[in-house]
């Protein structure tokens, strides 16, 4: 009689040769996908401010340009208000407190701005003299940032003379704003 190991090896023998021979050979695993960001992930609305987070008071500094004296004066402190208007858009005050003297402007009918950058021109004026404002500002959370070029015509002229230019840099202030 056979013994059960032989009989469960004759068995076997031939499955596994015909196994043997039929086995592929291993494929390599499929290559990784690249990194494709979903875009909803890192991208992001515009960035729009509304009007009325413009409103307030900022202190800060000011280079200023006086084109009459051909010079610059570094550093001088600047108050700056800016406060709705009742057309539904803004003004901006600015008052600058100089070695000789203090400055300021005003510059009304700023549309709302649709982001965080207020532009454009404005002119004031009367018979006597006319001003004709260039400002860009820019607002990112409570800091501001912008020029202000004044042009000033004397009499009926009608010719500016060369512009002052404001360049500051201010910080919203906390609490009522000073009268």
Same mark, same amino acid.
């Given at each position: 009689m056979?013994s059960?190991?032989?009989?469960?090896l004759?068995?076997?023998?031939?499955?596994? %040769?015909?196994?043997?021979?039929?086995?592929? %050979?291993q494929?390599? #695993? #499929? +290559?990784?996908?690249?990194?494709e #960001?979903k875009?909803?992930?890192?991208?992001? +609305?515009?960035?729009?401010? +509304?009007?009325?987070e !413009?409103?307030? !008071?900022? &202190?800060?500094?000011?280079?200023?340009? =006086? *084109?009459?004296?051909? &010079?610059?004066?570094?550093?001088?402190?600047? *108050?700056?208000i800016?406060?709705?208007?009742e057309? @539904?858009?803004?003004?901006?005050?600015?008052?600058?407190?100089?070695?000789? @003297?203090?400055?300021?402007?005003?510059?009304?009918?700023?549309?709302?701005? #649709?982001? &965080?950058t207020? +532009?454009?021109?404005?002119?004031?004026?009367?018979?006597?003299?006319?001003t004709?404002?260039?400002?860009?500002? =820019?607002?990112?959370? *409570?800091?501001?940032?912008?020029?202000?070029?004044?042009?000033?015509?004397?009499g009926? %002229?009608?010719?500016?003379?060369?512009?002052?230019?404001? /360049?500051?840099?201010?910080? /919203? @202030?906390? @609490?009522?704003?000073?009268?």
């Amino acid at each position: 009689m056979k013994s059960p190991l032989r009989t469960c090896l004759h068995y076997l023998a031939p499955l596994l %040769t015909v196994g043997c021979a039929t086995t592929s %050979t291993q494929q390599a #695993p #499929p +290559a990784a996908k690249a990194f494709e #960001p979903k875009a909803a992930k890192f991208t992001t +609305a515009a960035l729009t401010i +509304a009007s009325d987070e !413009w409103v307030g !008071w900022y &202190n800060g500094k000011v280079d200023f340009y =006086n *084109s009459a004296l051909e &010079n610059w004066q570094k550093d001088s402190p600047i *108050s700056l208000i800016i406060q709705p208007e009742e057309e @539904g858009g803004l003004r901006l005050l600015g008052h600058v407190m100089l070695t000789a @003297g203090r400055r300021s402007f005003y510059i009304g009918d700023i549309t709302k701005p #649709p982001g &965080n950058t207020i +532009a454009g021109e404005y002119t004031d004026g009367n018979s006597l003299s006319t001003t004709r404002y260039v400002y860009t500002l =820019n607002l990112s959370d *409570s800091f501001i940032t912008g020029t202000v070029k004044t042009f000033t015509s004397q009499g009926a %002229t009608g010719l500016f003379q060369p512009a002052d230019e404001w /360049r500051f840099d201010a910080k /919203r @202030g906390i @609490g009522l704003a000073p009268r």
